[in-house]
T-cell receptor, first 109, second 117 residues
Framework: QKEVEQDPGPLSVPEGAIVSLNCTYS??????FMWYRQYSRKGPELLMY????GNKEDGRFTAQVDKSSKYISLFIRDSQPSDSATYLC?????????FGDGTTLTVKP | GAVVSQHPSRVICKSGTSVKIECRSL??????MFWYRQFPKQSLMLMAT?????????EQGVEKDKFLINHASLTLSTLTVTSAHPEDSSFYIC?????????????FGAGTRLSVL
């Protein structure tokens, strides 16, 4: 079983929808939780990172961490076609990062 | 945010030639750099981890003599694909992490698409 499991998708939503992207993990030692966005044929771009349980908001994006349930989410409000990409969750412990396999999101105009 | 520059973005070469890919941290010192390989619509596959001034640590199944990694300075790491063959065609991505930043966060380059004919 993988240490990090990410909802596989793909996910297709209409423009303006609220999107929820989710990952679960098994290692309670993970300390940092990150979300990356990867456009086709590009390297992943860091969107947000959090250190503790709770919510962190940045514009239309909200990262949520629930350490007790070992569950993290990324919410995208008012989704736009430009949000169409693959989203990767990642977590670190002792300097080592473990990535989810990614969820591909398509936002249709 | 921290910037990682990767060059070239695209390279096409003949079978049997060697290709070098550069990864530079532009505004921070990268104490650790990582090299990944990614096939279309698949997840990132870690190839190796390198710390400045030390030999790289390769993941199981990655040929050290095939994929030469050098991390000679705190801002530059290179990946050389030696005697490339068509099966080496892939998307290669570097990332870097630095003590001056949130230590556990990796920042990625834009990737290099290698096509071996």
């Amino acid at each position: 079983q993988k240490e990090v499991e990410q909802d596989p998708g793909p996910l297709s939503v209409p423009e303006g929808a609220i999107v929820s992207l989710n990952c679960t993990y098994s290692n309670s030692a993970f300390q940092y939780f990150m979300w990356y966005r990867q456009y086709s044929r590009k390297g992943p771009e860091l969107l947000m990172y959090t250190y503790s349980s709770g919510n962190k908001e940045d514009g239309r994006f909200t990262a949520q961490v629930d350490k007790s349930s070992k569950y993290i989410s990324l919410f995208i409000r008012d989704s736009q076609p430009s949000d169409s990409a693959t989203y990767l969750c990642a977590m670190t412990n002792a300097g080592k990062s473990t990535f989810g396999d990614g969820t591909t999101l398509t936002v249709k105009p | 945010g921290a910037v990682v520059s990767q060059h070239p973005s695209r390279v096409i070469c003949k079978s049997g030639t060697s290709v070098k890919i550069e990864c530079r941290s532009l505004d921070f010192q990268a104490t650790t750099m990582f090299w990944y390989r990614q096939f279309p619509k698949q997840s990132l596959m870690l190839m190796a981890t390198s710390n400045e001034g030390s030999k790289a640590t390769y993941e199981q199944g990655v040929e050290k003599d095939k994929f030469l990694i050098n991390h000679a300075s705190l801002t530059l790491s290179t990946l050389t694909v030696t005697s490339a063959h068509p099966e080496d065609s892939s998307f290669y991505i570097c990332s870097a992490r630095g003590d001056s930043l949130a230590k556990n966060i990796q920042y990625f380059g834009a990737g290099t698409r290698l096509s071996v004919l």
